[in-house]
DNA sequence: GTAAAATGTCAAGGCTTTTTCACGATTTTT
DNA sequence: AAAAATCGTGAAAAAGCCTTGACATTTTAC
């Protein structure tokens, strides 16, 4: 899976752009038309595509349509023209973001980092030095991975997206195992245990899972 | 959780939208400052804030960069401004799309409504009845949830990521059990059985999961 | 058509996760 | 300060998941 794919006929700009967003650790590719966009995509994949609307051959639109058929990647439009048309049915169509030519090349790496900051962050709850992903469902401290079981995993994330709440012992547990459940609520008491030998530096002192008595949990 | 939030002080034109957007069967909150808009923000949270920037008191740009600070809500922003200036730093700030007062409510709501597809739906897998979630680890058949161990769920978002593409044994075994198992290759044809028994209307005719002899299997 | 190779099936077992239980420690109430 | 309520802990039982091996079935090659 590459980073930026840059879809520009230009090579002398594609070329410069390229050098900009691999200083800035990014992946990228160059496709000089649309065909070879399509075919470098469906090969590879791309997490943002940067796609100038005029191209020889099939055009920008043309791209960003058949990419919207298959997938919800991030598209930023570059265009030369200036009507206000352009401008609406690229983002309609689907794209993420537009920028005219010519453009100052800060403010494009600043949409880029704002769309992979939006896009791809979006399912990392983080707090400190932990870190949480929801789709691969992993967990880190200091970045190094730490083992987490499903009910450890589901409780983890209760806390932390509630960060600074209480949540009483009830409501977690009708979230985590159900109202129908028929497990006690000591249940409830014994992950907390495991869940704090994992994520807290002296678990006996918990700083992170703290106890409100006689209500509940709550993540600080 | 609030699915849009609108942050507006005319209230005709805040209700009028609100109304559209019902009909769309979106949930949707008004605030008419900025104050209660980060208020409502904080105690429920919403999935979309359509943020005017011409407020009384605090202003919209300053609502969205208290709102950046702590999560990648998606933000569109109305402005009667038409200043370059402005539209750039309101999106480079963070803003995931951007429209002019007066506007056309039906370009707003195809705006809002592709804002949601690649906001919301990108979690998703689907092909046909079959719908797989890779945050909640939900998977649905017909919309009726289909219970799935971690491994039987891995082994189907790999397929289906890579639907109509034969995968060999050797790579689907790396990238599930992680080339330093020990485990048999075995082990995977009884995870694709059981798979087959959950997800196709037939098992003993897999039409989904299917053998390519000698190579693997593919998702079609 | 037959043998060899590859895949499918089933049930048993082992391992991990989850729950339960009993008891000790801590906090709150009286 | 004692009693009551609540929470924490460790071990063991229970449940669920994963793996394995033996054998059946299907496909391919000769």
Not at 81 to 109: M, Q
Not at 150 to 156: G, I, M, T, Y
């Amino acid at each position: 899976m590459i980073d930026i794919l840059i879809v520009e006929d230009n090579k002398e700009l594609a070329g410069l752009l390229c050098d900009f967003l691999r200083a800035e650790n990014y992946t990228v590719s160059i496709a000089d038309t649309g065909e070879k966009a399509l075919s470098l995509y469906e090969k590879y994949g791309a997490k943002l595509i940067v796609l100038d609307i005029m191209l020889p051959g099939m055009d920008g639109f043309a791209v960003c349509r058949k990419i919207r058929k298959e997938s919800n990647t991030p598209i930023l439009i570059v265009s030369a023209k200036t009507e206000k048309e352009d401008k609406l049915s690229g983002l309609i169509l689907g794209a993420d973001d537009y920028i005219e030519k010519p453009y100052d090349i800060d403010i494009l790496l600043a949409k880029i980092g704002g769309i992979f900051k939006r896009r791809y962050a979006i399912d990392e709850i983080t707090d400190g030095c932990l870190r949480v992903n929801k789709v691969s469902q992993a967990v880190y401290k200091n970045d190094c991975p730490v083992e987490m079981t499903a009910k450890e995993f589901d409780l983890l994330v209760l806390l932390m997206e509630n960060q600074g709440k209480t949540l009483n012992k009830d409501y977690i547990f009708n979230q985590i195992w159900g109202s129908d459940s028929l497990s006690e609520q000591q249940t409830l008491t014994v992950h907390i245990k495991w869940l704090r030998q994992k994520i807290e530096d002296d678990p006996k002192n918990p700083k992170k899972i703290q106890t409100v008595w006689g209500v509940g949990y709550k993540y600080i």
